[in-house]
């Protein structure tokens, strides 16, 4: 299983912003993740700034979001969409997706979603619940 420390991850976003703005060759993992860059130009100016950004503190009671996490977590996602994992997801998406009209407005609500699973799982020292989180994502998609 990839592990990647902070700083990797860092790295990571911040040379795939620096490989899609000079037109380089991305792989196939930083192609999504450059996807996902382009769709948050709020993000923009942190991975631009590859000395400050990597070594910033991203507190919640500084009310930012970190940039870094919030990617991550659509890359997590992305994946799990692509391989249908847990079983279930693809089609609970694309049922949010189309409530909300958006996939992208539709990934944030399963962001909540595995937050919500993670913080869960920390809590109580488990693996995370992948039942209750494909739950979590059903009652995002049914809400009227």
Not at 22 to 27: P, Q, R, V, Y
Not at 34 to 48: C, N, Q, R, S
Not at 85 to 102: E, F, T, V
Not at 128 to 137: E, F, T
Request: proline letters at 6%; glycine letters at 4%; charged letters at 30%.
């Amino acid at each position: 299983m990839f592990n990647p420390s902070r700083d990797e991850v860092r790295r990571f976003f911040i040379d795939t912003r620096r490989k899609q703005r000079a037109g380089e060759i991305l792989t196939p993992l930083e192609a999504i993740a450059a996807d996902w860059i382009v769709e948050h130009p709020e993000y923009h100016a942190d991975l631009d700034d590859t000395t400050g950004a990597a070594a910033r503190e991203y507190a919640p009671e500084d009310g930012r979001t970190n940039p870094f996490l919030h990617l991550s977590m659509h890359l997590a996602i992305s994946e799990q969409l692509s391989i249908d994992q847990p079983p279930g997801i693809r089609a609970a998406h694309d049922k949010l997706a189309a409530r909300l009209n958006s996939t992208h407005d539709a990934q944030h609500a399963i962001m909540e979603c595995l937050g919500e699973t993670i913080w869960d799982a920390q809590r109580t020292n488990t693996p995370p619940d992948s039942d209750a989180y494909l739950a979590r994502i059903l009652r995002r998609a049914s809400r009227d």
